[in-house]
């Protein structure tokens, strides 16, 4: 990939959220060596609201893959605030996705693909794409669609 992270955000005229603040007791994300953890995060938009609902219910199936491309957004805000640039990030290693969804929904891994295929552009097709899990939740804090945590391997 030619371009850095931080030039593909401007090339891709993504706009990230304000970077979340924690709501319980708990940091957004806490660099460990030359990795990043970050805690799960949810769906949040530039005005600080969150998108809400159950997919299979509330919200379709490319509804709630705009939400995970949302959760993306508001990790990569985290990312950026925590290490002061997106180009310090070398790969994604590894992604846990939980879908607020109805019992008998069974493409959780095509909801969590919005966030993956952000990744993907992002980082390019070495570095943004890591191993992945993507399961169902029967809910998530404030009601939100997606929740997704991560690691990253940083410099």
Request: glycine residues 10%; aromatic residues 4%; contains cysteine.
């Amino acid at each position: 990939m030619s371009s850095s992270p931080e030039k593909r955000i401007q090339e891709l005229h993504l706009t990230l959220p304000p970077a979340p603040k924690p709501v319980a007791v708990y940091k957004t994300a806490v660099k460990q060596g030359n990795l990043l953890f970050v805690s799960g995060h949810g769906p949040l938009k530039a005005d600080k609201t969150l998108i809400l609902g159950r997919v299979g219910q509330d919200l379709t199936l490319d509804q709630g893959k705009d939400a995970a491309r949302q959760v993306g957004l508001a990790i990569l805000a985290t990312v950026r605030d925590v290490l002061g640039s997106l180009d310090r990030v070398k790969r994604l290693i590894k992604t846990l996705g939980w879908v607020n969804c109805t019992v008998d929904f069974t493409d959780q891994p095509k909801v969590i693909n919005g966030y993956s295929e952000l990744m993907k552009e992002v980082f390019g097709e070495d570095a943004g794409v890591g191993a992945r899990s993507a399961v169902s939740a029967h809910t998530l804090p404030s009601g939100m669609a997606v929740e997704i945590e991560c690691i990253f391997e940083v410099e």
